[in-house]
């Protein structure tokens, strides 16, 4: 069983920045995703990391804006958020999927695992 915890929302004015945690209970060298929900909509992929870091994959409309990374020696994913627009807000999730699945998905019905989530308010 992995429990994932997620830290370092907050408000933040627009153009601002926030870089998300999300850190693993144990060592997990699997594929992680962030997510997001805003009020009243569903939950949409963010971004993607290979379990090594050797690959990323990226919602378009946020490619050039939102970085992911990890280290594994601390079993913590970031989220790097740059340029934050008030369309940012909403509650942030982490997720990882299960040993052995190698591809990096951005639907959430592939991951096993999800955190709580933190929130992440942008204000105009």
């Known amino acids: 069983q992995v429990q994932l915890v997620e830290s370092g929302g907050g408000l933040v004015q627009a153009g601002g920045s926030l870089r998300l945690s999300c850190e693993a209970s144990?060592?997990?060298?699997?594929?992680m995703g962030w997510f997001r929900q805003a009020p009243g909509k569903e939950r949409e992929f963010v971004a993607a990391?290979?379990?090594?870091?050797?690959?990323?994959m990226y919602a378009d409309s946020l490619k050039g804006r939102f970085i992911v990374s990890r280290d594994n020696g601390k079993n913590t994913v970031y989220l790097q958020m740059n340029s934050l627009i008030p369309e940012d807000t909403a509650v942030y999730y982490c997720a990882c999927k299960r040993p052995g699945d190698i591809v990096l998905s951005s639907t959430a019905e592939p991951y096993d695992y999800w955190g709580r989530g933190t929130q992440v308010t942008v204000s105009s």
């Open positions: 144990i060592r997990t060298l699997l594929n």
């Open positions: 990391i290979s379990w090594n870091g050797g690959r990323t």
